[in-house]
């Protein structure tokens, strides 16, 4: 195999940059008779990460809460596109409007079977001596592409949320219509979760980090070490991504500011129409305490200090989500490396 010069595009939608330790190439790779040029290039490629320098860059582009499409956000791309062209690239910002939601109301309630209210959140979160908490451009917790609603059901726990333990609820006769069902982060994507649970009835989903993934059981938790504390939330999207990535109204088709409405399509079938929010393992917590019904299967016990139930016995939850619906303008970064050999291919 031969090494054809092409052109080479980085596009960043204002994301930060991640630190690449240096490797050793392998001497041999499948597909190259010879691997000594390209190993020689990739040696040198890999040793110019740095980890400081992409800490230094991390800190700036997450020094203010910069949620997709507004102004700090733009500020974001903006210092990317600065750097890529300090880096001799051939930058532009590009625009697009894309459908994005922003949460207006997210609120959560859970009540055990006596009615008594367990927990009201989602809980803002909070760690002790961190400057940038209170800011009040930090939103609520709510996930991207989530339904709105105002629903209450009893709660079913359904571990990571993959086919496979949506199949085992199916097969212990524990019936998901109109129930809430509370999963836990890590295994497969958000929106696969999501995406399942609504094709078997359910409500609405709580989407939490149990520890036992990313909290006090892997290590120690933010301040002292990197896992989640308490009261931290992943936010994320919960769109169909698996079936349309990108804008949901225009699947194949570049989002462009002079694209026509009329060359979108309804985001119908693209992304949930139930409720999607998500909470911290200190809501969480609660919840699983108080659920009833069969003991969770080998391998669904999470690390929180208590034993684990399926439900649906034990808990309701009331969940409110109002999400403002709208075209909004964001940005991708590309930055271009001319080929030297085929240069428009």
Partial sequence: MTLRTLPVFLVLSALAPVAVPAQTAPATVFGYTDFT??????????????????GQHLKTL?????????????????YVAEKFRAAGLETEIVPYRVLLNWPKVVRMEAFDANGKLLISGPTREHVEGDPGQDDPRVVMPFNGSSGSGDVTGEVVYANYGRLEDFDQLAAQHIDLHGKIVLVRYGINFRGVKVYIAQQRGAAGVLIYSDPQDDGYYK??????????PET??????????????????TPGVASTLDLPDS?????????????SIPISYHDASPILQALRGPGVPQGWQGALPFRYHLGPEGVKV???????YQRRIIWDVIGKVKGSE???D
């Fill in 342 to 344: 085929y240069p428009d």
């Fill in 232 to 249: 931290g939330v992943q936010r994320g999207s919960v769109q169909f991504l698996f079936k349309y990535p990108g804008d949901p109204e």
């Fill in 62 to 78: 997450t020094a203010e809460p910069h949620m997709a499409a507004t102004p700090e956000d733009h500020k974001t791309a903006e």
């Fill in 263 to 275: 060359a979108r399509i309804s985001p119908e079938g693209n992304q949930p129409h139930i409720i």
């Fill in 37 to 54: 040029a390209e190993s020689k290039i990739e040696s040198e490629f890999l040793a110019v990460p740095d980890a400081k320098l992409a």
């Fill in 219 to 228: 290590g120690d938790p933010w301040p002292i070490g990197p896992w989640r």
């Fill in 318 to 324: 009331h969940l409110v989500s109002q999400q403002d």
